[in-house]
């Protein structure tokens, strides 16, 4: 199977096993795990930030900072088709008693203006806005990403007006790939970022939240709190360190691999239009002769696995476990569609 559902179904790799196999462990909880401790200390240092603390996934990374960030009767200031506003089953209201605000932005990208003008006046009545958050790249929005010029004038605002910011870096290194920032130009930038190992970087497990040392101290008491404290994770955290050293120049690959796939669509006479191209995600619309499901069906039927992800909306995801040659191939049958 050729499997474009999601950079999240990669497996490890057998150098990755290995790694993980010969990782040195201890009891996480008690701060006694080598290799965790290792992956924590490479990730703050590659950010420029002061700590940082290895999460059961990228969710949580989010929540903690969220709740971290925030008090009840905060609010949170997104795009509409940021994760946390669409599929964190509204864990701002859930874990920290947050109030969220997500904005129509074009492309699915916050500006200092739109963050500006969404910031709420003091009233008895109003949330008191407290917390931006941007996703790097976008999910929803095709994998697009933000450049350090655009990021920068968000940042200034948010210092100016005592706002935290905070990055969903579920995707940052396919963002970093692109736009040619650096991990520390980023980290200048925000007060805390959740990097996902599990993502393009093809780690089995995990993301890391980055912050100065009091944010990820409380970091840890909230994981604790909400079950993520890990006893021996020194094997998955092996697993992030490998991805952290060997994945992340191939990246390029899988841009390129997205953009062959969407030149192919648009020469398929039943695709009405595909969303540009930026780094590893493809999001295209097919015209009423055929339906989303009917698609998915017939493409299955051939050994690739898409996604829906609305009635006429379908998504390929390009990854670490999806080679050039298996491009061609699905590139060759939908030409033959
Ligand atoms: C942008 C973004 N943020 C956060 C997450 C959540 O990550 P996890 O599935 O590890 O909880 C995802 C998952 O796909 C994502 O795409």
Redesign the pocket.
């Known amino acids: 199977m050729i499997n474009l559902i ?3 179904v990669t497996r490890p790799t057998p150098a990755m096993l290995n790694a993980m196999y010969r990782a040195e462990v201890g009891d996480d909880v008690f701060r006694d795990d080598p290799t965790v401790n290792r992956l924590q200390k490479k990730v703050a240092e590659m950010f420029g930030h002061e700590d940082a603390l290895f999460c ?7 929540q903690i900072a969220i709740k971290a960030h925030t008090q009840p009767l905060d609010e949170i200031i997104c795009d509409e088709n ?3 506003f669409q ?2 089953l509204g864990g701002y209201g859930f874990h920290s008693g947050a109030a969220i605000l997500p904005l129509k932005c074009e492309n699915g990208k916050l500006t200092a203006d739109i963050v500006k003008n969404s910031i709420r006046p003091p009233a008895d009545w109003l949330p008191n806005s407290r917390l931006v958050v941007i ?1 790097n ?4 929005t095709g994998g697009n990403f933000y450049t350090k010029e655009e990021i920068q004038p968000i940042a200034e605002l948010c210092k100016a007006e005592k706002l935290k910011l905070h990055l ?4 940052i290194f396919n963002a970093l790939a692109e736009s040619g920032d650096t991990p520390k130009e980023t980290g200048e930038r925000f007060d805390s970022i ?1 990097v ?1 190992l ?2 393009g970087l093809g780690a089995p ?3 890391v939240l980055t912050g100065c040392s009091e944010l990820i101290q409380k970091a840890r008491k909230i994981r604790k709190v909400m079950g993520g404290g890990m006893r021996q994770a020194g094997y998955l955290a092996a697993a992030g360190i490998f991805a952290l050293d060997n994945h992340i120049s191939r990246l390029k690959e899988d841009h390129k691999n997205a953009a062959q796939l969407a030149a192919a669509l648009a020469e398929c006479s039943f695709v009405k239009s595909i969303k540009p191209v930026f780094t590893n995600i493809v999001i295209f619309e097919l015209d009423n002769s055929m339906a989303g499901d009917l698609f998915v069906q017939k493409l299955k039927e051939k050994g690739i696995l898409v996604s829906a992800f609305a009635p006429y909306t379908v998504r390929m995801v390009t990854h670490l476990d999806v080679s050039k040659e298996m491009i061609d191939q699905v590139c060759h049958t939908l030409k033959r569609f």
């Open positions: 999601s950079d999240t059961p996934s990228g969710t949580m990374t989010n940021s994760h946390i599929y964190e996703e790249t976008g999910n929803r969903d870096g579920a995707r959740s996902c599990s993502k497990v995990g993301s």
